[in-house]
C-alpha cells in the first residue's frame, strides 16, 4: 500500500500511480467532510510553517486553510524583506531554524532547485509551492484532481492546453500526469511559445497521444477539455505582436458555442485578459472551482505527509 | 424578528431598526461572555479572510480578534503589495477564489463601492471595513454602541461632533444613527470643513435637531458626549492656516472642566494631537474603551450574518 | 515561591535568581510535553498580539509557535509600514488599544526604552522583543536555557564569547546572567569591539572570573562552550579591515578539533560566514538546537506572566 508518510512533497513527476490515486482519493475524502460540515481535527496540536520568499497570496491561503480545516494552527513569513534571508542567511539555516517550530513547512522560493535544497536540511516534511523555474506540484495535483471530478474520469479524455506553453510551469508537468492517465493532448500556442520540443517528445516516448497546432476554436470542437494559460506581455519584444497573438487566444461565449458540448474551461489563475467575464456564468466554467479544488487537495497532502490521514 | 444570517454588512444607513438593534443587543451579550471569562465557540471550524487591499492594522487587529474570541480561525491578507490584484487580478476574480477558502470576508478596498462589487461576486457573507470614501459600517455601530455603554440610552442626549465634519467618511454615516436615536447633535468645525449642506438637510428632513457653528468650549458646556475626528494637515494649502485652526480643536483637560459635567470624549483614533495625553486620566475619556468595543460588536457581526449568534 | 504572572518581561537583568529559576524549568517542562506530543491547553481562549514595529521574523515566528503551541490564537502586526504609527499615532495610543484586543503583547521596536513605554501603558503583560540597543530578554533566556541544557549545569563552565562584544546587545546582557550562575567568562574581540569597560568592571565587582583578549583558538581550548556572534560589516570604515579582522574570527571543524572535546559551538543566528557549514554535523553544534529552544523558553514566558503555567 502507497503512504507518504514522512516523505516532501517536491515534484509531481515522480510520484508513483499509487501515490496520486492516494492524494486523489484522500483530497476526495476530505472534500465530502467539507461538504457534510464535519469538524476534522486530523492536524490539531500540529504547526504549519508557510515560508514565502517569493509572494503569492492565493496560494498560501489555499495551504493555510487546509491547515485550519484539518484543525491545525499555522506560523507564516509572507514577504521576503521581513525575512533573516535579506540579512544575508542562507536556505538551509533558515529551514533548520523553522524546523525547530513547525511540524511540516511548506516553501515558495524564486530558484529553481530550492525546494530540494530546503527539504534536504530538514527531518520534518516540506511541501514544495512554486521554486521559480522548477516546479509547483500541487498546482498540477489539483489540476488533475479538476478534471477527474468534472469529466469523472481521465482515461479517454481529450485535452487542449492552451497559449504560453514554452514558459507555463505547472503546464510542463502537468502533461506528464495527464499522458500517464490516458489522456489525449493537443497543444495550441502561439509561434515562439510552442511546448518544448523535449517534452513532447518525451510524453510520445510514454505513449501519449499528442497533436500540436491548428487554431484554437478548432481545438475546442474536439476537446472535453480546454485548459488555458497567460500569455505574459513581458515574453514580446514587441507590443503589437503581443497585442495581435494574446487577441487569438481568448475565450468568449461564442467559441463556447462552437466547441464540443459540455466543454469544460480551466485555467490557474489570476486571469487577466484570456477568459472573457461573460464566461464565468457558463456551467462548465471550471476555473473558480479549479482554486477551490486546492482546499482539499493541500489537505490531503497535509495529512499524508504527516501521517494524519 | 430581525436576522442578518447570509447578509453582507456594506452600509451602515440601510439598516433597519430592528437589525441595528440586534447587532448592539448581539454585541452586548458576547461582551458580557467576553468579561465572564467564557470560552466561546460559535465560530468554531469557520474560517474568515480578511483582506485588505489598502492597510489598517488596527481594523484587521479587531476583525482577527473577534473571529479567534469565537473560536474560530483566520487567513489574512494584510498587505496588497503581495495579491493577485498586483498581477493585474479582477475584485471579482480575488474574491470568488477567496470565497473557495473561507466562510466569511472581510474587506477593506481603497475605492469606494468596491464592498458592493465584492459582495456581488460571492455567496458568502462580506463584511465592508472601509472602501475609500465610501462606507465604513462597523466603526460608526461600534461608535454607537459606544455612546450606548457610556451613557445608558442614545435618546435625548447631546453630541457634538467636532473637527473636520467634511471628509470624515465616518462622521457622514454616524450622524444619521443618531439622528434616527433622537440625539440632538452640534456640529462644530473650521470654516471649510463644516458638514456637507447635503446631510444637515437630509438630517433635519428626518426630524434631527441640528445646531451648526459656535466654538467648541461652549458645545462641550451642553454636549453629553464630544466625538473629535483628525484635522487632517493635507487638506490646507496653507500651513499656517492649519496650525491656528488645528489648534483651537485640541481637547485638554482644562477644557473638559468647563464642560458639561461627565462629558464622554470619544474619538475613531489614530489621533495625533487633538487630544492631549493629559485627558486619558479622565473617567470620562472613553477613546481607547471605544477602541476595545470594536471587537464585541465584529464578534456580533461575524456571528449574526453566518448564523452563528 | 517566586510568581511572575502579571508581571513584564522587560529585561534579564532585573529577574531574581527565583525567576530565572522558575522560568528554566518550566521551559524544561513544557519542552518534554512537546517532546512527549502532549497537547496543551494553558492559553486556551487566550489572544496574544505581535507587535513587530520592526521586522524580525525569526523572534515572532518563535512565539507565535509559542502561543500555539500552548493552545492560544495570535494576532499579528509583522510589518511597520502598515501600522498607526505610520499615521503619526504615538506607541501609547498603539499600545492601549491593542490591549483592547489581546490578552499578552509582545513588542519589537526599534527605540531604547520603547518596550518599557509599551509596558507601563496598559495592564496586560507585555514582553520584550528587542528594543533597539536596549534589551532582548527572551533571547538572552533562551541563551542560558541551552548553556544549561548542553552542559547540565551552568556552575563551573568557562564560555567564551567571541565577535564583536561592544555592539552585542544580547551578550551585553547574557554575560550578567552567566556570572552570577559561576561561569568563568573569556572575552575575545577585534582591536576596537571589545566588550565595554564598565561592563567588565561591573562582572568583576560582582565577583566573576573574566580573562580577556588572546586568540581564538586559545580560547577554545579552555573553554565548555564558544558563544559566537557576528562582526558586522557596517562597523568597518576600512573594507579591508574588516576582511582580515572577520576572516580570524571563522569557526571551522580544524578549529574544532584543537578545541577542548565536546565544546558546544552556539550563535544567536542569522550567521553569516562566522561558522562554517562543515561544522553543522559536528554534534556539539548546538546553535539550531539554540534557536528551537525559543519555542519552550517564551512557552514558558507567555504562561508565567498570565498566570496559565
Redesign the interface.
Known amino acids: 500500500m502507497s503512504t507518504l508518510c514522512g516523505k516532501d512533497i517536491l515534484r509531481s513527476d515522480l510520484l508513483s500511480d499509487g501515490e496520486l490515486e492516494l492524494i486523489l482519493s484522500t483530497a476526495s475524502r476530505f472534500e465530502r467532510a467539507l461538504t457534510a460540515?464535519d469538524?476534522l481535527t486530523n492536524m490539531?496540536?500540529q504547526?504549519l510553517?508557510t515560508l514565502?520568499f517569493e509572494?503569492?497570496?492565493?496560494t498560501r491561503?489555499?495551504f493555510?486553510?487546509a491547515m485550519?480545516?484539518l484543525g491545525g494552527?499555522v506560523?507564516t513569513?509572507?514577504?521576503p524583506?521581513?525575512?533573516?534571508s535579506a540579512?544575508?542567511?542562507?536556505l538551509?539555516?533558515?529551514m533548520?531554524?523553522?524546523?525547530?517550530?513547525?511540524d511540516v513547512i511548506v516553501i515558495r522560493h524564486p530558484r529553481k532547485g530550492s525546494a530540494q535544497e530546503a527539504a534536504d536540511a530538514v527531518a520534518v516534511p516540506v511541501i514544495n509551492a512554486g521554486d521559480g523555474t522548477g516546479q509547483h506540484p500541487t498546482q498540477a495535483l489539483l489540476d488533475v484532481y479538476t478534471m477527474q471530478k468534472e469529466k469523472g474520469a481521465l482515461e479517454g479524455l481529450t485535452v487542449t492546453l492552451a497559449g504560453d506553453l514554452k514558459n507555463g510551469r505547472t503546464v510542463h508537468l502537468l502533461v506528464y500526469l495527464l499522458a500517464r492517465s490516458g489522456v489525449r493532448l493537443l497543444f495550441v500556442s502561439p509561434p515562439g511559445l510552442e511546448m518544448p520540443a523535449a517534452i513532447t517528445a518525451d510524453l510520445k516516448k510514454l505513449g501519449a497521444e499528442i497533436s500540436e497546432g491548428g487554431d484554437l476554436a478548432a481545438a475546442m470542437r474536439r476537446s472535453d477539455v480546454l485548459y488555458v494559460t497567460r500569455i505574459q506581455r513581458e515574453r514580446f519584444e514587441d507590443p503589437a505582436a503581443y497585442e495581435r497573438l494574446s487577441g487569438s487566444y481568448v475565450v468568449d461565449r461564442a467559441m463556447i458555442q462552437q466547441a464540443k458540448p459540455g466543454i469544460s474551461i480551466m485555467h490557474p489563475?489570476?486571469?487577466?485578459d484570456e477568459i472573457t467575464?461573460e464566461v464565468?456564468d457558463y456551467e462548465g466554467a471550471a476555473y473558480?472551482?479549479q482554486?477551490?479544488?486546492?482546499?482539499p487537495v493541500r489537505m490531503a497532502l497535509l495529512a499524508l505527509v504527516t501521517g494524519r490521514n
Open positions: 460540515g469538524r490539531q496540536g504547526v510553517a514565502f509572494p503569492s497570496t492565493r491561503l489555499s493555510e486553510t485550519l480545516r494552527q506560523i513569513m509572507a514577504d524583506k521581513t525575512s533573516s540579512k544575508g542567511e542562507s538551509v539555516d533558515s533548520r531554524t523553522v524546523e525547530g517550530y513547525a489563475l489570476p486571469r487577466v467575464a464565468d473558480f472551482r482554486a477551490a479544488n486546492g482546499v
